[in-house]
């Protein structure tokens, strides 16, 4: 799949994404490790978009994420970023931290490459809350590049909340 297709994709689902919040009321806040901003970027291309977003938070670092959103120690050793537990404290911490919020949204992941060698590379989670409702968090295997799993990360996340919101 092809990054022009991707990015086309993800333009019309930040305009279906933005007439969504406005109609409904909502005003969203970011949490972002893997996508590095990259989704508040998109989703505040359209003019107007203060009307719906809050504001967002790149916590790439763990160190960021404990600091920031207040992601435990214990989580990120235990289960490490990318985890279904870091990504509903990050999502919750998001929203925690942005009282003008309503709904929050939190993507960790490996993007790769990983000189390392990870052979988790396309592993992302997504995490969701509204007000103060149950987070609930979503695993993703998402295949391609670097930017393309990114990409795919973004437009995921923009579908879960029509759907889920």
Same mark, same amino acid.
């Given at each position: 799949?092809?990054?022009?297709?991707?990015?086309?994709?993800l333009?019309?689902?930040?305009?279906?994404?933005?007439?969504?919040?406005?109609?409904?009321?909502?005003?969203?806040?970011?949490?972002?490790?893997c996508?590095?901003?990259?989704?508040?970027?998109?989703?505040?291309d359209?003019?107007?978009?203060?009307?719906? %977003?809050?504001?967002?938070?790149?916590?790439?670092s763990?160190?960021?994420?404990?600091?920031?959103?207040?992601?435990?120690?214990?989580?990120?050793?235990?289960?490490?970023?990318?985890?279904?537990?870091?990504?509903?404290?990050?999502? !919750?911490?998001?929203?925690?931290?942005?009282?003008m919020?309503?709904?929050?949204?939190?993507v960790?992941?490996?993007a790769?490459?990983?000189?390392?060698?990870?052979?988790? %590379?396309?592993?992302?989670? %997504?995490? @969701?809350?509204?007000?103060?409702?149950?987070?609930?968090?979503?695993?993703?295997?998402?295949?391609?590049?670097?930017d393309? !799993?990114? @990409?795919?990360? !973004? !437009?995921?996340? %923009?579908? @879960?909340?029509?759907? @889920?919101?």
């Amino acid at each position: 799949m092809n990054n022009d297709y991707l990015k086309h994709q993800l333009s019309s689902l930040c305009s279906e994404f933005a007439l969504f919040c406005l109609k409904s009321n909502l005003k969203l806040v970011t949490a972002e490790s893997c996508t590095a901003g990259l989704m508040s970027g998109y989703l505040t291309d359209l003019p107007g978009s203060s009307a719906y %977003i809050e504001g967002g938070f790149v916590t790439y670092s763990n160190e960021m994420k404990a600091a920031i959103l207040g992601v435990k120690q214990e989580s990120l050793e235990k289960f490490g970023a990318v985890s279904e537990p870091v990504a509903l404290e990050m999502v !919750i911490g998001a929203l925690r931290k942005a009282p003008m919020a309503n709904i929050a949204v939190a993507v960790t992941g490996f993007a790769g490459p990983d000189p390392s060698g990870n052979s988790n %590379i396309g592993l992302v989670w %997504i995490a @969701l809350q509204k007000d103060k409702q149950q987070a609930t968090a979503h695993q993703y295997h998402f295949s391609g590049n670097r930017d393309e !799993i990114r @990409l795919k990360t !973004i !437009i995921q996340a %923009i579908k @879960l909340m029509l759907r @889920l919101f």
